[in-house]
Each structure stands twice: as C-alpha cells, then as structure tokens.
C-alpha cells in the first residue's frame, strides 16, 4: 500500500481505499446507533406510519452519512483553509434570513431552498468551531489572554450572536456562546482572565433577563420555579413532559405502547420532545441506555482529540465535541423540566434536516482531523 509519511512519523495513505480503511469506523457505527434510535423513536412518535418523519429520518441519516465520509477524506489543511471562508458564508446565511427568511411559530430562523427548510444558525455551529481553532492555532500562545487575543475571539462569537438573538432563538444563542467560551478556555486563556469573566456574566445576567429576553422567555424562566401556577400555558410543556417521562417506570410500556404519546399530550415529540417517548416506551433503562450510547461517543472524540499534533486540529474536536454534548446535556435538562424550554433538538434522534447535516458535518471533520494527525499546519499565518 502506497504511504506518504509527515515530519511526525504517521502517514497516511495516498490511496483511497487505504484511507478508508484508516478512518475510525468505530466513530461512524455509534453515529449510526444514535441515529437509528432516532429513526425508531420518531416512527413510534407517529404511530408507525414511515411517510411522517422516519422515514426522512432515515434518508438524511444516509445521505449526510456520505457527506461525512466524503468530509473525513479531505486533507485537514483544506479545513484551515477554508475556516474563516466557511465562517463568512455562515455570517452571509444568518444575514439573508432576516431579509428573506420564513417565520414559523414566531421565530423568523429558516430559508427556504429548493431541496431542504435551511436552519443558518444550525450551520453555524460548526463554522464557529472552525473560525475559533483556526484563530487560536495562528494567535501566538503569549498573546491568548492579552485583550487583544481576547478581542479577536469576542468578535468571532458576538457577531452571529447578535443575528440569532433577533430570530429570535434563545437556544442556538446559549450554544453559541458556550461553545465559544468552551473554546476560549481550552485555549489555554489565564483563570483569572476567566473568573474576570465569570463575574461579569453573573452581573449581566439580570439585566439580559429584563432587557434581553422576550416576554414569553421571561415566562418560561419563572414558570420553571413554580409550574403549578400556569399548568396550561407556559408550564405545558414541562408538566406534559415529566408526566410522560415518570410514567414509563423502570423498563417502560412497551414500543408503540406510551399512552401519553398516543394521547398528543406532549407537543413536539418528534422534535424537542422525543426524549419522553423513549422515557415512557422504554423507561428508565432506555433513558439510560440512550445516555450511555452518547457518552460512548464523547468519549471516542475527547480520546481522539489526543492523538492530533497541532492545536486546530485538537480545537477543532474539542469544539465540536463540547457542541455536541451540550446539545444532549440542554436537551435533557429541558425535558426534565431542570431549565427552561429553550428549543433545543436531541441530536441525531429529533427530527430535523439541518441539524442532522451540522452534526454529522460535525464528525466528519472529527474523522478528518483523526485521519490526518499528523500532517503538518503553518503556524501564526506562515
């Protein structure tokens, strides 16, 4: 088999069949295990009839299936390269849904493209990743806490920030956001730069909380501390939610078998809301079992992240790894009625187009960088 070695030792093969058999299938088959619970949870959701949304489920899985495969081949110098353009586009995409974007439910977050209900911020999740590993990989490491490193990186989060804020969308924001600063951290950003920041978020947060949120935000946030007091309204969800996810027990009804589900009174469960199928069909074991399969996941990204050599390869898959995780972690808490209802889809498992071509976009750059390790980057834009 043809090799092409790099500086550091590992090579790669310039055959496309040997790297194929280099990239991590293990990474691929949890992707797959996830996703076909999604396919399984979504056909139960909608009495088994395939033709409302398990279908398309299922076909997306395989189409971003390829795209991610295809993402894994590409050398990991073509995705510092491309970084800051693919951020542009993103910028581009968030601008043009506020000009020609579609409202649904109140929230203007989607434009309608021939073939698919693109969701921009979806996209730039992973864009975001990629703008912040490629700053950090040029930034020299003196300058990563200087207020002129700090500032490069607060543009690079605020700037789309802004965008989806007047969507409105609280949850993509807080992803965002997290991420972001997720990022900044592991950059190697001093602790008391961090604590710094720390104390001004906690003396922002109640002034974003008057000024910031929308009236029905606000309603959420309180509601959460006393649900009871609006059981029709704002609390619906919450209290729907956790009736279904208790009555499934120890092992659950039975698959098909939720009577909360088949009742429709928890809303959304195909989307935001599928967890609680899996909580009353399959209880507290499926609960459990679905976690274990994430954490499973997680973990193979956090180990791959440290067989890379250089830090935007390593950036790059602990940022998608936190997005990641903080989309499973988000999700759940709502559900279980820990946070407020913020729109947050379980990923892989809800159902929706865009999300699952960010995530699985997501993993193909994790497969590119692990497939690539050891290839040499430039370093402070040489």
């Not at 050599?309 to 499973?328: N, P």
């Amino acid at each position: 088999m043809s090799m092409r070695r790099s500086m550091s030792g590992s090579a790669v093969s310039n055959s496309l069949i040997g790297r194929l058999y280099e990239v991590n299938w293990l990474l691929f088959a949890l992707v797959y295990v996830i996703g076909a619970v999604g396919v399984a949870m979504i056909l139960a959701a909608t009495d088994g009839v395939w033709n409302q949304g398990a279908l398309q489920h299922l076909v997306r899985l395989l189409l971003a299936g390829g795209l991610m495969l295809t993402i894994a081949l590409i050398d990991i110098r073509v995705w510092y390269y491309s970084a800051y353009p693919v951020y542009a586009v993103a910028l581009l995409l968030l601008g043009a849904v506020d000009i020609f974007g579609v409202t649904v439910n109140g929230s203007q977050r989607w434009l309608d493209l021939p073939f698919i209900r693109l969701q921009p911020s979806e996209i730039m999740k992973v864009a975001i990743v990629l703008a912040l590993a490629r700053y950090y990989h040029d930034l020299p490491r003196r300058k990563v806490s200087t207020p002129i490193g700090l500032l490069g990186a607060l543009v690079i989060i605020g700037v789309p920030m802004q965008f989806i804020l007047r969507q409105p969308d609280l949850g993509t924001t807080i992803l965002l956001v997290a991420t972001g600063f997720a990022l900044v951290f592991l950059a190697g950003v001093r602790w008391r730069v961090i604590g710094g920041a720390a104390i001004a978020a906690m003396v922002m947060i109640p002034l974003f909380f008057k000024y910031g949120l929308k009236d029905y935000q606000r309603s959420r946030i309180q509601t959460l501390l006393s649900p009871e007091s609006d059981p029709t309204g704002a609390s619906y969800h919450i209290i729907q939610s956790k009736i279904a996810l208790g009555s499934g027990g120890l092992s659950g009804k039975g698959y098909m078998q939720g009577t909360q589900r088949q009742g429709e009174y928890v809303p959304e469960n195909t989307t935001d809301f599928i967890f609680t199928v899996i909580g009353e069909e399959f209880g507290l074991i499926g609960c459990v079992a679905t976690i274990l399969a994430y954490s499973a996941l997680m973990a193979l990204c956090l180990f791959l992240s440290t067989q890379t050599k250089h830090v935007f390869s390593r950036l790059l898959i602990l940022g998608i790894t936190t997005t990641f995780a903080l989309y499973v972690f988000i999700n759940m808490a709502m559900v279980m009625g820990l946070i407020p209802v913020v729109g947050v889809p379980l990923p892989l498992i809800s159902y929706g187009g865009t999300v699952i071509l960010a995530v699985m976009t997501g993993f193909g750059l994790i497969l590119s960088a692990h497939l690539y390790r050891g290839s040499e980057l430039p370093r402070g834009g040489d």
